[in-house]
């Protein structure tokens, strides 16, 4: 069975890095768009980061830009979310998703409906 697994969130003062990874296994993901969203406390899901298939394509919210990177690594089936220079309002579960419509591949979306694969999340708190 297909999933996403998550890990690397921890506890980080403000100003830090932590790097997050998503391994896929069951299927390969290589072809497909991934993403990144996250979900702070009393608040709806938002888009973070998105990667197309090749890598090629990357996109992020305003609010992380410059200071997240979004890779992948096809041979590891696995993606990745570098984060740097966090911030308190950097607190949130951290999700990685999926995208298997092939029209999306190249260009991917920041709307989560289109993702429909997910992993089971992991926390990010950073303290100030």
């Known amino acids: 069975q297909a999933q996403l697994v998550e890990s690397g969130g921890g506890l980080v003062q403000a100003g830090g890095s932590l790097r997050l990874s998503c391994a896929a296994s069951?299927?390969?993901?290589?072809?497909?768009?991934m993403g990144w969203f996250r979900q702070a406390p009393g608040k709806e899901r938002e888009f973070v980061a998105a990667?197309?298939?090749?890598?090629?394509?990357?996109y992020y919210a305003d609010s992380v830009k410059g200071r997240f990177t979004i890779s992948r690594d096809n041979a590891k089936n696995t993606v990745y979310l570098q984060m740097n220079t966090l911030k308190p309002e950097d607190t949130a579960v951290y999700y990685c998703?999926?995208?298997?419509?092939?029209?999306?591949?190249?260009?991917?979306?920041?709307?989560?409906?289109?993702?429909?694969?997910w992993g089971q999340g992991t926390q990010v708190t950073v303290s100030s």
């Open positions: 998703a999926a995208d298997t419509a092939p029209q999306r591949a190249q260009r991917p979306s920041a709307a989560s409906e289109g993702y429909n694969y």
């Open positions: 069951g299927r390969t993901f290589s072809r497909f768009a």
């Open positions: 990667i197309s298939w090749s890598g090629g394509n990357t």
